[in-house]
């Protein structure tokens, strides 16, 4: 194989479409998403409801790639001001679609619930396969033939939870979509910045996002614990590509993590991980607590760069002087801040700006001569520690890794390097480079 098939094998193939997955509530469409995505990336329990924002996911089927849209459960009778919003939510998501998955429980038959669902899908006008899940035996297969009277077309039996017809289902997705034509979406650059919104719950995160799209891309509710999934929202500025992921809130007592809240929580981790820059969110008219530090730890130890976000700025006394010395006293990566308001959007764009320029600093590679130069200051600055005589020599150093950076410092014995001292290096180092917020790792290592 030569190079340049080699260059073709390793880029993924090209979007076929984006497929919405809706349903009245506990019809299984979470489990669903799992099962056709190979992961466990919807959160699914027991509890029907669970699924509130709708959730956007990667699927690939025999080299071919869709979009897969997990929506809450759709109930239009219920008034309730949350039930609404998932309501809205999974319009949006039907009709950002290319097709629509219709989950039934076909067990319970069709109820009042699903002839609303079917009316909002007839209304769309999208291409829709209506789904009889839960068909756990195949000998119970007839069951699906009640579902007929949607009138949304041949039902298919299947069994999200067991995988029973999953993989006919995945061939009829590629054959539907492919019998669209192309989809002509792009994937996302190479240089899109991933950012991750942590913070403790109910300090903003969800109005944050909203505030940034400019739309009600999350739900929000003023009940702590809304988001219990990550989510990605990408926008567009100033030339560059953010991806957005809204979180769950992290709770930093594992005793109050139970069900649900536990595993929304690992998502929130995991979002953490395959992000470049997290921003802290800290309820400004609170000040910054505790919990504020775990979550910038949590930050810290995913490699993300991190930005303090004080949001709710319009609704506090609070002097940005009284959240400087915390910030920089407490938080080992120095990171910079900016506060905010969802509500009238203050410091939105600025916040851009700086996440942007944070990342450029994430992912930069310093010269060598200049790292070695910084060194030699360094060597005279402070005394190196010594013991027994022997005395910790920095010889020189190069960066061995980008995003974030890694440095490699070659001494003549590691074993002479005291906490303090390679804390102080770190920090000097950040300050001279501009890192403020930048995880920055050094290897001590002896030369050879």
């Known amino acids: 194989m030569d190079e340049l098939e080699e260059i073709r094998e390793a880029q993924p193939s090209p979007l076929l479409g984006v497929v919405a997955v ?101 209304e769309s006008h999208k291409p829709v396969l209506v789904l009889a899940n839960k068909l756990d035996d195949p000998r119970h297969d007839t069951l699906a033939l009640e579902l007929h009277r949607l009138g949304l077309g041949e039902p298919i039996p299947l069994s999200a939870l067991h995988g029973h017809g999953t993989g006919d289902l995945l061939d009829r997705i590629v054959d539907e979509l492919e019998a669209l034509g192309p989809l002509g979406r792009p994937d996302l650059p190479e240089d899109a910045i991933r950012v991750a919104i942590l913070g403790r719950p109910n300090v903003g995160k969800s109005s944050l996002v909203n505030a940034l799209l400019g739309r009600e891309r999350v739900i929000v509710s003023e009940v702590p614990g809304t988001t219990r999934d990550a989510i990605d929202s990408v926008l567009e500025h100033g030339g560059r590509t953010f991806v957005l992921v809204d979180t769950a809130g992290l709770r930093r007592k594992r005793r109050h993590r139970q069900g649900i809240e536990y595993y929304s929580e690992l998502r929130a981790l995991e979002a953490a991980d395959r992000a470049d820059v997290a921003l802290v969110l800290v309820d400004a008219s609170e000040g910054i607590v505790e919990q504020d530090l775990a979550v910038a730890d949590v930050a810290r130890k995913a490699g993300c760069s991190t930005l303090v976000v004080l949001s709710k700025w319009d609704e506090t006394a609070v002097g940005i002087e009284d959240v400087r010395g915390e910030l920089r006293r407490r938080l080992r990566q120095r990171p910079p801040y900016i506060a905010v308001s969802a509500h009238t959007g203050r410091g939105l764009e600025r916040l851009l700006d700086t996440v942007a320029e944070l990342f450029d600093r994430h992912v930069a590679r310093i010269p060598t001569p200049e790292l070695n130069r910084a060194l030699a200051d360094l060597r005279s600055a402070r005394q190196p520690p010594s013991r027994g005589g022997k005395r910790l020599n920095l010889l020189y150093a190069t960066q061995i890794r980008v995003r974030p950076p890694r440095l490699r410092v070659f001494v003549n014995d590691p074993g002479l390097v005291t906490r303090d001292y390679g804390y102080w290096v770190e920090n000097e180092l950040r300050e001279r480079f501009g890192l403020e917020g930048v995880p920055v790792s050094i290897d001590f290592v002896r030369r050879s």
């Open 22 to 122: 809706v349903g009245f509530p506990n019809a299984g469409k979470s489990t669903l998403v799992n099962r056709l995505t190979a992961t466990r990336a919807a959160v699914v329990h027991e509890t029907p409801g669970v699924t509130r924002d709708r959730k956007e996911l990667m699927c690939e089927w025999a080299g071919k790639r869709f979009v897969l849209i997990d929506t809450g459960g759709v109930d239009v009778a219920d008034p309730t001001p949350i039930t609404r919003s998932i309501v809205d939510q999974a319009r949006e998501a039907v009709a950002e679609a290319d097709l629509v998955l219709f989950v039934v429980d076909a067990r319970a038959g069709v109820v009042p619930g699903d002839e609303e669902v079917a009316q909002l899908l007839r």
